[in-house]
């Protein structure tokens, strides 16, 4: 097994170049939006809309520390088909990614 997990990390390390960075960006960027789109109640449009803002979610987390206080509400005035993503769905997105009790509910 050990022997496996080398030739695997050594295949992932063994690329190079902007062709590499961009496919992990892509990729984490399509991580992101498939975690999004498993919050009860947001919709794909939504998290659409979320990952447009926020790329992927080292840049939502990274928005949340800048933000302090505010970071709950972070989300809220973002607009998806002319409407805002609201206060409750921002602050249940902040939930789900910064809190640290697994039995909060989402």
Known sequence: QGDMLSRAGHSLSSRAGPEA???????????FLAQLAMIPRLSVAAAKTIVATYPTLDHLLAAYALAG???PGLLADLKHAERRLGPALSARVHALFTGTDPATPI
Not at 21 to 31: A, G
């Open 21 to 31: 960075s961009f496919d992990n960006e892509r990729t984490r960027k399509r991580l």
């Open 69 to 71: 206080t505010r970071a």
